[in-house]
């Protein structure tokens, strides 16, 4: 006994109905994404409104340059690498641990050379970090 099919019929796939959920999908992608480029951002070291302190004698200041270059309490130091920043520290600190580390870092001076004041406070174990900014004027609100 010999069972055929009665019609044979080669199935087919039916790829229109696939390619109108790719498109939707690619159109929902295409709305929800954000394009930024990173080349192309502006950034500016941050302002506060604050009232500007008195110096207090728990304190090391630290300025830093826009070349780079530091000062601590007003002597500028002649190398900028962070062992030379960490002995001035450890000078400036005279073994103790609960200063206040304040940043004088100018607005266009290398990420770098602040992240290096912090590692030198870390280093001499000076947890309390602080950062100056300048007021912002209200001519430029």
């Known amino acids: ?3 055929r099919r009665a019609h044979d019929e080669e199935p087919e796939l039916n790829l229109i109905p ?9 159109i929902f992608l295409a709305v929800t994404t954000t394009y930024s480029r990173y080349a192309e951002l502006k ?7 604050a009232k500007a302190t008195q110096n207090r004698p728990n304190e090391i200041v630290i300025g830093v340059t826009a070349d780079g270059r530091y000062a601590i309490d007003k002597r500028v ?4 690498d962070v062992n030379d920043l960490v002995e001035a520290m450890r000078a400036a600190a005279q073994g103790r641990t609960d200063l206040l580390v304040v940043i004088h870092a100018d607005a266009q001076s290398p990420h770098q050379s602040v992240i290096n004041v912090m590692e030198a406070a870390r ?4 947890a309390r970090i602080s950062f100056v900014t300048e007021r912002q004027s209200a001519a430029a609100q």
């Open 1 to 3: 006994m010999k069972f």
């Open 18 to 26: 696939l390619i109108d959920v790719m498109l939707i999908v690619l």
């Open 43 to 49: 950034i500016e070291l941050p302002r506060a409104e």
């Open 77 to 80: 130091l002649a190398k900028s």
């Open 123 to 126: 280093i001499l174990q000076l």
